[in-house]
């Protein structure tokens, strides 16, 4: 029962399915194949209708291919997304049709985890395919949840700009939005550094849980933007830097895991307008990625340790052209990334001529 329909817009390829039989519907969407197949995790959300959820993947999509360009990978972007049906289903059921789907797309898409699926249905897909990434890891083998080295590379780009604006990490206070499996991971890491935390969730289990750990102040979902702080770094879902938001902020830095922060482009121009200095999302949050990747294109884990290190230089090229053009970071690594994704694709049309 399982259906597959194809559709290309805008030079992004559509895939939408379904199988009734598991309550499985859901869209792919392969927004780029210049650099390598359109690599990108597997959202599991209660979308509201079809068009909400092919909205998050074409923007979801688009962001992985500019992420997976700037953080130096040999892929493409691409992103899936599944409806969370309301009720009681078969989760393995579920996942092992997600995996026939992918099976049937043959490789150009591959997938991983990402909000709302872990690492064991991931394993339900593979039993299926070929085409998924982030397994649990095997010993010396990359691999695995790409949550640690998410929080990692944030973490870095957070001592990195706080550095830049003469601030020591001890001696800082952040507010962190979001505490799932990165923003948990995030307020554990800051907090060894030294800095005075201010969270949110929209669960209280997931305050609880960090509050039992370590010393934080927890303020209301709706406050956290507003916190009184040097840095904000939002950690939930996407879109929360909107024009309503920005006015509010009171930090002066922002860096977070979040994909898809910025509401619309011109909240980018806000925050510059502002004098905030806004990290891009993509550039900061690539460690999952370059431990997914790692597994596809068979790396150790030193490759990923150095790797993640990395992510400082590449957003110091970024912050150091936005402030010589006096424009938002966000408008600097959006350009990198297309100038990147253009040149591959340059190379790619140059080889099928030759051919
Ligand atoms: P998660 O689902 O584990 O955690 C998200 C948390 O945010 C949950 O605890 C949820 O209750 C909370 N939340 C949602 N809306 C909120 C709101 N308005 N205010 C306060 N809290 C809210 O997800 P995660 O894996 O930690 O990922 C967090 C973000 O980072 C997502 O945007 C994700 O796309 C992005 N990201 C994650 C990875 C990764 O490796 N997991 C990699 C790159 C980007």
């Given at each position: 029962?399982?259906?597959?329909?194809?559709?290309?817009?805008?030079?992004?390829?559509?895939?939408?399915?379904?199988?009734?039989?598991?309550?499985?519907?859901?869209?792919?969407?392969?927004?780029?194949?210049?650099?390598?197949?359109?690599?990108?995790?597997?959202?599991?959300?209660?979308?509201?209708?079809?068009?909400?959820?092919?909205?998050?993947?074409?923007?979801?999509?688009?962001?992985?291919?500019?992420?997976?360009?700037?953080?130096?990978?040999?892929?493409?972007?691409?992103?899936?997304?599944?409806?969370?049906?309301?009720?009681?289903?078969?989760?393995?059921?579920?996942?092992?049709?997600?995996?026939?789907?992918?099976?049937?797309?043959?490789?150009?898409?591959?997938?991983?985890?990402?909000?709302?699926?872990?690492?064991?249905?991931?394993?339900?897909?593979?039993?299926?395919?070929?085409?998924?990434?982030?397994?649990?890891?095997?010993?010396?083998?990359?691999?695995?949840?790409?949550?640690?080295?998410?929080?990692?590379?944030?973490?870095?780009?957070?001592?990195?700009i706080?550095?830049?604006?003469?601030?020591?990490?001890?001696?800082?206070?952040?507010?962190?939005?979001?505490?799932?499996?990165?923003?948990?991971?995030?307020?554990?890491?800051?907090?060894?550094?030294?800095?005075?935390?201010?969270?949110?969730?929209?669960?209280?289990?997931?305050?609880?849980?960090?509050?039992?750990?370590?010393?934080?102040?927890?303020?209301?979902?709706?406050?956290?933007?507003?916190?009184?702080?040097d840095l904000?770094?939002?950690?939930?879902?996407?879109?929360?830097?909107?024009?309503?938001?920005?006015?509010?902020?009171?930090a002066r830095l922002i860096a977070?895991?979040?994909?898809?922060?910025?509401?619309?482009?011109?909240?980018?121009?806000?925050?510059?307008?502002?004098?905030?200095l806004?990290?891009?999302?993509?550039?900061?949050?690539?460690?999952?990625?370059?431990?997914?990747?790692?597994?596809?294109?068979?790396?150790?884990?030193?490759?990923?340790?150095?790797?993640?290190?990395?992510?400082?230089?590449?957003?110091?090229?970024?912050?150091?052209?936005?402030?010589?053009?006096?424009?938002?970071?966000?408008?600097?690594?959006?350009?990198?990334?297309?100038?990147?994704?253009?040149?591959?694709?340059?190379?790619?049309?140059?080889?099928?001529?030759?051919?």
């Open positions: 029962t399982l259906r597959i329909s194809r559709d290309e817009d805008d030079g992004q390829r559509i895939f939408r399915f379904a199988d009734p039989s598991c309550d499985l519907a859901g869209v792919i969407v392969v927004d780029s194949l210049a650099l390598g197949p359109a690599t990108g995790g597997c959202r599991f959300w209660p979308y509201d209708d079809a068009a909400a959820m092919l909205c998050d993947a074409r923007r979801l999509a688009r962001g992985m291919s500019y992420k997976n360009a700037m953080a130096g990978l040999p892929l493409g972007g691409g992103k899936s997304v599944i409806r969370r049906p309301e009720g009681s289903f078969d989760r393995a059921a579920l996942f092992a049709a997600f995996g026939r789907v992918l099976d049937e797309i043959g490789g150009d898409y591959l997938a991983a985890e990402d909000v709302g699926t872990t690492p064991a249905d991931m394993e339900a897909v593979r039993a299926q395919t070929p085409f998924v990434f982030g397994l649990p890891a095997d010993g010396a083998l990359a691999g695995g949840d790409p949550s640690p080295w998410t929080a990692l590379g944030v973490f870095l780009s957070i001592g990195h706080c550095a830049r604006r003469g601030i020591s990490l001890s001696d800082s206070r952040i507010a962190v939005q979001g505490l799932g499996n990165v923003g948990a991971d995030l307020c554990r890491r800051l907090h060894e550094a030294g800095a005075r935390l201010v969270v949110a969730d929209l669960h209280a289990h997931a305050t609880d849980r960090l509050r039992a750990d370590i010393p934080v102040d927890v303020v209301a979902p709706e406050a956290i933007h507003a916190a009184d702080v904000f770094a939002p950690c939930a879902l996407g879109g929360g830097l909107n024009r309503t938001t920005i006015p509010e902020i009171k977070g895991a979040a994909n898809n922060q910025l509401g619309t482009g011109a909240d980018a121009a806000l925050l510059h307008a502002r004098g905030i806004y990290v891009p999302d993509f550039v900061a949050n690539a460690g999952g990625i370059i431990n997914v990747a790692a597994e596809y294109l068979g790396h150790d884990r030193h490759h990923v340790v150095d790797a993640v290190h990395r992510i400082p230089d590449r957003l110091a090229d970024v912050l150091d052209r936005a402030e010589a053009a006096d424009i938002s970071p966000a408008h600097v690594a959006d350009a990198m990334a297309r100038d990147l994704i253009a040149r591959a694709a340059g190379a790619m049309a140059g080889n099928e001529g030759k051919r």
